[in-house]
């Protein structure tokens, strides 16, 4: 089936550096990708929908200067956390529908993101 | 916009016994609705989706789930619980512009 690959899965960075994160969609072509936020024992907060060669369409209360967001490509989306604070530690997921099998949304494995 | 609930935060059922996680919905229109499941430090995995059609819906693992206009539900069941079935389900919803909206969440414990 369709699989979506996010890298890394950890990262530990110092706090004011930024950190990068990437989604592919391995076998498939992915226009729409989105990227979701999960907090400790909590549910999946939609931060970004990610649009292939356009803007990300952000989420109310999410800040896009922190959060960019990038959709070169069919296939990859990155998502980095600019000048990433303590409070940014978090796992982030992201998700791409695959329209040309199933319609299917398949999901990354995910990112831990650890901020000292 | 479209939404869901899930009441229970943790739900706790001897293996071989029956489960059933629950989920309600709201939303304007016809609802498009999903089960997730979610592993300690990771990604989700589909479950199951109703769009239309039977109301009751079969999906991997041995999962089904039974769409419920009048009551506006859509609960998660299994037949016969399983130790490795523990794990954190989510019940979502499709909203305008293709996106997901998740509800908090369930935790599974399957007791041995």
């Known amino acids: 089936g369709a699989v979506v690959s996010q890298h890394p899965s950890r990262v530990i960075c110092k706090s004011g550096t930024s950190v990068k994160i990437e989604c592919r969609s391995l076998d498939f072509q992915a226009t729409t990708m989105f990227w979701y936020r999960q907090f400790p024992k909590q549910s999946l907060m939609l931060m970004a929908t990610?649009?292939?060669?356009?803007?990300?369409?952000?989420e109310q209360g999410v800040e896009k200067d922190k959060f960019l967001i990038n959709h070169a490509s069919l296939t990859l989306s990155t998502l980095t956390v600019t000048s990433a604070h303590p409070e940014d530690s978090s796992f982030y997921i992201c998700?791409?529908?695959?329209?040309?099998?199933?319609?299917?949304?398949?999901f990354g494995e995910g990112s831990r993101l650890t901020v000292l | 916009a479209q939404s869901v609930a899930q009441p229970e935060d943790q739900v706790n059922v001897a293996e071989g016994n029956p489960l059933t996680v629950k989920c309600t919905y709201s939303?304007?229109?016809?609802?498009?609705l999903f089960w997730y499941v979610q592993y300690p430090n990771r990604g989700l995995q589909f479950l199951l989706k109703y769009i239309t059609g039977d109301n009751l819906v079969k999906g991997s693992y041995g999962f089904e789930a039974e769409f419920n206009k009048s009551q506006t539900s859509f609960h998660l069941k299994k037949p016969s619980a399983l130790v490795s079935d523990s794990a954190l389900y989510f019940c979502?919803?499709?909203?305008?512009?293709?996106?997901?909206?998740f509800g908090k969440g369930t935790r599974l414990h399957i007791l041995p």
């Open positions: 939303v304007s229109g016809n609802p498009y």
């Open positions: 998700s791409a529908r695959d329209w040309g099998a199933t319609g299917e949304l398949f």
């Open positions: 979502a919803v499709r909203d305008i512009g293709d996106k997901i909206i």
């Open positions: 990610s649009n292939e060669g356009s803007k990300a369409t952000y």
